[in-house]
């Protein structure tokens, strides 16, 4: 008796800029599917242009593996597509469809494994397939003709495009440092027009530099996060460079590509690139180094929007707890400084914050000349320090290997890496001195208040924390209005 096929369409999206829409792709599928008899049992879309965690649309790619367990039981690195491995040959090893119709054999097979894969489970319950473009054909498990096509097919397009990747990474080579390799452009920086293939350079986007600038600035200088800055960005609607949504790696890339520093880089070395830099090599090397620490954490909730939020303490827990602004309490409809812990205490935050900024302002204008002002700094070169530092390490690494290479004994090894380290030492101690930033610089010989306002949130909250402790207590008065005596703030400088 003959049984009509049933079958899968498997559709894989990998380049939403270039590709036919979706709907005429899925048509010209089914309608092969119509002509042929078959029954259609579901579509299948890999999507690869899925946006990830980050945010981010990610391409397609043939060699990027995991591993799994095939049909045969034996685990193996395969290329990550759920929707071929998962959902296409999970339905015809289940025998919930017996047939599949693709739209080219490269579009579903991208590695000679996958199609032995399906080879293994076409063979064993008897499946067909068709291709739009002809050059896949199985029928009833695949005859050895056709087996031994799709074989050499695949393993020539395997070829081809391993071939491509080659070409590509060498020519990246050749020109590294010479030319702009492409790709999306790097925020702060747009692609010269009038430049030539392999010397085309980047031109700086004024407002975008500026922002890098800014940027730079309040992380290293004034003790602002990421997480506050992405909240800057956020509300004032900045654009990214591809005009996606802003987040956490987003503008750590934006601002650690060497690019911003006039490098290229290629494989973690660095080459002086044709285009101007908006930061300077030091001052981007600090910033690297920076946001490799605390201050580059964006991973756990969100940048607090009132002024001592996770700052002051609980003056009833006196353990150290904070407190945190909650909409929650004893003033209704009112926003307040509430403890952590237990809602035991319930502070107006308007009237508290407003409180705070006075004492802080007031301290600014009469000591803020002098107030944690860093010594002269000397006349140091620190792109020749670290460029020093960077070849002492090497040094010591060389040291070491040729020590265990037997190049060397004990007694040279332990003068070689003595010296080495008091001299290292020594450059690390003079960056230190010549990093020190001003922690207070915008405040120098101006007024306090005028200054104050013009700051963003996260400016004034690392002011706060850099100048006082911050204790606030249930009210001792009766009646509506503020009690100072509730709020203790103890100066730090």
């Not at 040959?89 to 289940?94: K, T």
């Not at 199609?115 to 199985?138: C, M, P, W, Y």
């Not at 956020?234 to 590509?257: C, F, Y």
Request: aromatic share 6%.
């Amino acid at each position: 008796m003959f049984i009509v096929p049933t079958y899968d369409v498997y559709l894989r999206l990998s380049d939403l800029r270039t590709e036919e829409p979706f709907d005429k792709r899925r048509d010209e599928l089914t309608a092969l599917g119509d002509s042929l008899g078959w029954k259609l049992h579901r579509v299948i879309i890999e999507n690869d242009m899925a946006r990830s965690p980050d945010g981010k649309l990610r391409p397609a790619t043939a060699f990027k593996r995991r591993k799994i367990t095939t049909p045969s039981g034996r685990k193996e690195l395969r290329v990550i597509r759920p929707g071929f491995r998962d959902e296409l040959l999970g339905d015809l090893d289940a025998g919930r469809a017996n047939a599949m119709i693709v739209e080219d054999l490269d579009r579903v097979f991208r590695d000679p494994r996958d199609l032995e894969d399906f080879i293994d489970i076409a063979q064993e319950h008897k499946v067909s397939a068709r291709s739009l473009s002809g050059s896949l054909t199985f029928t009833n498990g695949g005859t050895d003709a056709e087996i031994d096509m799709a074989r050499m097919m695949v393993t020539m397009a395997n070829k081809q495009s391993r071939d491509t990747a080659r070409r590509v990474r060498e020519g990246r080579e050749r020109n590294w440092g010479e030319s702009y390799q492409g790709g999306r452009r790097p925020f702060g920086y747009v692609v010269a027009k009038d430049t030539k293939h392999l010397k085309r350079t980047l031109l700086i986007v004024p407002d975008e530099s500026e922002l890098v600038l800014k940027w730079t600035d309040q992380i290293l200088n004034q003790g602002v996060s990421l997480k506050a800055i992405l909240r800057e960005i956020r509300e004032n609607d900045i654009p990214s460079a591809s005009g996606g949504e802003w987040n956490g790696r987003t503008l750590k890339q934006v601002l650690t590509k060497p690019t911003v520093a006039g490098l290229a880089a290629y494989k973690g070395q660095f080459k002086p690139a044709p285009w101007p830099a908006i930061l300077e090599r030091d001052i981007w090397a600090r910033l690297c180094e920076k946001l490799s620490g605390p201050l580059a954490d964006t991973s756990r909730g969100n940048e607090p929007k009132w002024l001592l939020s996770g700052i002051a303490k609980c003056g009833i827990c006196q353990d150290g707890t904070t407190v945190r602004a909650t909409g929650s309490g004893t003033l209704r409809g009112k926003t307040g400084y509430q403890c952590e812990k237990i809602a035991h205490l319930f502070r107006n935050t308007k009237h508290v914050d407003a409180y705070v900024e006075e004492i802080i302002t007031r301290h600014l204008d009469q000591h803020g000349r002098d107030i944690l002002k860093p010594p002269v700094r000397k006349d140091i070169d620190t792109s020749k320090l670290r460029a020093e530092a960077k070849e002492l390490r090497k040094r010591k690494a060389a040291q070491i290997r040729m020590h265990a290479a037997g190049d060397i004994d004990d007694a040279d090894l332990a003068a070689g890496m003595r010296a080495i380290r008091d001299r290292l030492a020594v450059v690390d101690s003079q960056l230190a001195e010549c990093d020190e930033p001003d922690q207070l610089a915008e405040f120098r010989d101006k007024p306090a208040e005028a200054v104050w306002a013009s700051l963003p949130l996260a400016r004034k909250r690392s002011v706060v924390k850099l100048l006082a402790d911050i204790t606030i207590s249930r009210t001792a008065q009766r009646g509506r209005g503020f009690d100072p005596d509730s709020v203790t703030v103890t100066l730090k400088a």
